[in-house]
């Protein structure tokens, strides 16, 4: 499956994004799906994931209660809505897939990854 993450940019701290994971190639339903985000000089972490159908959804401390991911199966894509922008969210952001809901948070669980996309939130 190829992934293609997109929606980033640039905002103010206290802004909202709402990022999209394209998915092409596969079933898209076949996989879980995960978020991740990357600063320069710092290891690649996890943001949130969702199981095949958007039935179960896993949040990082960082993500809970401002973060939602989410799924639509019918149009190949993923989502993350990120509200109360923080300038420590600022990170490229990939999105990842992989068959099974085993260690969801863990990066070389995953199979799949697509380009990221850039968040800068400024103060």
């Known amino acids: 499956v190829q992934l293609q993450a997109s929606g980033g940019g640039l905002v103010q701290a206290g802004d909202s994004l709402r990022l999209s994971c394209a998915a092409s190639g596969r079933t898209f339903s076949r996989y879980v799906m995960g978020w991740f985000r990357q600063d320069p000089g710092k290891e690649r972490e996890a943001v949130a994931a969702?199981?095949?159908?958007?039935?179960?959804?896993y949040y990082t401390d960082s993500a809970k209660g401002r973060f939602t991911i989410s799924r639509d199966n019918a149009k190949n894509t993923m989502y993350l809505q990120m509200n109360s922008l923080k300038p420590e969210d600022t990170a490229v952001y990939s999105c990842a897939a992989k068959v099974n809901d085993y260690d969801v948070f863990r990066v070389t669980a995953y199979d799949y990854w697509g380009h990221g996309t850039q968040v800068t939130v400024s103060s």
């Open positions: 969702i199981d095949w159908i958007g039935a179960r959804t």
